[in-house]
């Protein structure tokens, strides 16, 4: 009776639309999380989307406070500080999603990879995607649920340790298919085979998995080619045709790729969407990401499988650094002790601006800066940002949104130390998880 009463409760405080019933949803044991949806009508699925979005806002909102008290206490810099609250909120969309579908969710660990919060994460995630040996062993040691991994090309020295730390192995061509997938089949190893989707609108070529030549995916000739002989060695289909986009992209890659390969998915068990999708932006669009799965899946029968690796950390992890000095030269330039080609590479590479707490555009606000780090290499610059306030020496920047792509793809170029890595804990604690020093350095060395 009492989970009858908490289920009668929820669809009340729904249509009052009180925000507080995204909390008591989450709450919910699995069961009456499927009744509520049950009980709701069209516009209540769509009011409780909406709640959920809004409760996460006003969470990471308050937790912006948190940071920057954090930030002025006396915390060794540089330090990727991990908002463990933050990431369970990210967690908690994608629940609602698979509690919408039924889809089965993978964390992509090429996008992130600090294990120290995977027990909170693997409560709500079906397990990894990894992108070959080390990063298969990583989810199968420490995420400790199924394990997918998808390389262009597996080595023959390697495909054994793969196979055995991996539930599915997928394919990039028929060669590997042949060459490889009696040995996967023979242990036990779902097998799946990439394919391109025919459609993609990632506006970095760098970026864009369907490009003119990309390597990555069977495309649709060599698919119709020789798919019939190999029909039974396959499980499932997976294609990645997206980039930090919304639904919307997603549905007309969709679009083209059951026009190219529809006839061929109702024999499957599976298809993974891949990833890129942004589930966990603010104006992400839930409510049509949810319809696609589920008219995919009642056409053609088969589990839908979306591996999302940026959505998960969006937002919940900052990069805080401080100021060593201040030069001039024509500007003002202070020099960080966190640095963009080691630390935080992809604002060089995609290249793109990260948001610093508390600044504006260069001459939006009195003072204006630009960050540099501590490397010999003179393009290692952020960014030009305004203050309200001139920066001062000892000063703290905190750099937003730095949990993805970044600790998984920073260097000791020059030498420089890497960040150590803390978690904010639930209730607030403060874990410093790895702290790094000459020997990491120099066992990557010689």
């Not at 793969?162 to 394919?171: E, G």
């Not at 369907?210 to 060599?222: D, E, M, Q, T, Y």
Request: charged content about 25%; some cysteine; glycine content about 8%.
């Amino acid at each position: 009776m009492a989970a009858e009463k908490k289920i009668e409760e929820m669809i009340r405080a729904v249509a009052a639309k009180d925000i507080g019933s995204a909390g008591r949803y989450h709450a919910l044991s699995a069961e009456s999380r499927r009744k509520v949806l049950g009980a709701l009508d069209k516009n209540g699925l769509k009011a409780l989307t909406q709640l959920i979005k809004e409760s996460k806002r006003k969470s990471f909102k308050v937790a912006d406070k948190r940071i920057l008290d954090i930030a002025k206490g006396d915390m060794a810099t540089p330090v990727y500080l991990l908002d463990e609250t933050l990431i369970e909120e990210n967690m908690r969309i994608m629940q609602y999603v698979k509690d919408r579908t039924g889809c089965r969710m993978l964390h992509a660990l090429k996008a992130y990879a600090s294990f120290a919060t995977f027990p909170m994460m693997r409560r709500y995630l079906e397990g990894v995607c990894a992108s070959g040996l080390h990063e298969a062993r990583l989810g199968s040691e420490e995420f400790k649920k199924e394990v997918h991994t998808f390389a262009a090309a597996y080595s023959g020295k390697e495909i054994g340790q793969i196979l055995k730390r991996s539930d599915v192995i997928i394919f990039n061509s028929f060669h590997q298919l042949r060459q490889y997938g009696p040995i996967a089949r023979a242990r036990g190893v779902e097998i799946g085979l990439r394919v391109d989707p025919g459609h993609s609108e990632v506006a970095a070529e760098m970026y864009n998995p369907c490009g003119p030549n990309s390597r990555l995916g069977v495309v649709c000739n060599a698919f119709k080619e020789e798919f019939q002989a190999h029909r039974e060695m396959v499980d499932g289909l997976h294609f990645h045709a997206m980039c930090e986009q919304n639904s919307d992209v997603l549905e007309r890659i969709l679009r083209s790729f059951e026009k190219l390969y529809g006839q061929y998915i109702r024999r499957l068990k599976w298809v993974n969407f891949g990833g890129g999708h942004h589930i966990t932006r603010d104006d992400y669009d839930l409510e049509r990401l949810i319809r696609l799965i589920n008219a995919f899946k009642k056409r053609y029968g088969v589990q839908v499988y979306l591996e999302p690796g940026e959505a998960s950390v969006l937002n919940a992890g900052v990069l805080i650094s401080t100021v060593l000095d201040i030069v001039k030269n024509n500007m003002e330039i202070a020099i960080m002790d966190a640095s963009a080609e080691a630390h935080m590479p992809d604002v060089l590479l995609m290249p793109y601006r990260p948001h610093v707490m508390g600044s504006a555009p260069a001459g939006r606000k009195r003072y204006t800066y630009r960050l540099a780090g501590p490397s010999c290499l003179a393009g290692d610059v952020v960014g030009d940002y305004s203050f309200d306030k001139p920066l001062k020496r000892g000063d703290r920047l905190i750099f937003a949104d730095m949990a993805l792509y970044s600790i998984v793809k920073n260097t000791t170029f020059n030498g420089i130390n890497l960040p150590d890595i803390a978690v904010i804990r639930e209730g607030g604690k403060i874990e410093a998880v790895r702290r790094f020093g000459y020997r990491d350095y120099r066992n990557r060395q010689s």
